[in-house]
């Protein structure tokens, strides 16, 4: 059986799940994440609870199959059944590396009271954050150690490109390894900054966090 890691491993080189309407399912790669990663018709459910039972509530969702492992009654079990909560269904995008050093001038800080540096903690291990002029890059690992970023612009200084220039920097500063990225889907302009900044949409996640 591949592991959580190794099916995020081959998505991020392009390499996807078989599209053949079916859910796979194993285990969680650590105790704090546990979830749902939707790709084209291929859904990977990850977590610790019995198999069979994952099974179950997904027959017992009420909905096209290849939704049903992010439909929100499916969802409402699974957190039910595991004491867990989630905020949104996000999309999944992932950056491959780039050479070269960042464009924007970038400070690495230690800043716990920044509110992306403290959502960041609450889901992420290795935390490293950078400040820009208006901004802040977070860089850490998430979901079965895969490296993720997140940033956050000053209203002030929006639409003037340094969220791509910051997520740009995050595919440089990553020391040779993919980085990924979950956002909202209504949040139009945080997609439209990480597809400019050479990011590619991989599919959705659903990702249920210890209350």
Known sequence: METLREILDAAARGVFPPADGRTTIVPQACPRDAGV????????????????????????????????????????????RTGRRTDTVDAMVV???????????????????HPRVISSRRRRDAVRVWAADGGVLVLGRGIAGRLEAAVDVD?????????????????????????????????????????????????????????
């Open 37 to 80: 990663l939707s790709f084209t018709a291929h859904s990977v459910v990850f977590t610790d609870e019995d198999p069979q039972w994952v099974r179950a509530a997904l027959r017992a969702t009420d909905c096209d199959e290849l939704a049903a492992t992010l439909n929100a009654r499916f969802l409402t079990a699974f957190m039910d």
């Open 95 to 113: 950056g491959s590396p780039l050479p070269g050093r960042p464009a924007v001038r970038l400070t690495e800080i230690d800043d716990p009271d």
């Open 155 to 211: 209203a002030d200084v929006r639409h003037r490109g340094l969220g791509r220039a910051l997520v740009t920097a995050a595919r440089q500063l990553a020391g040779g390894e993919p980085v990924w990225a979950q956002i909202s889907p209504g949040n139009a302009r945080s997609m439209r900054a990480f597809q400019a900044a050479g990011y590619v949409p991989v599919g959705a996640e659903a990702l249920l966090t210890a209350r």
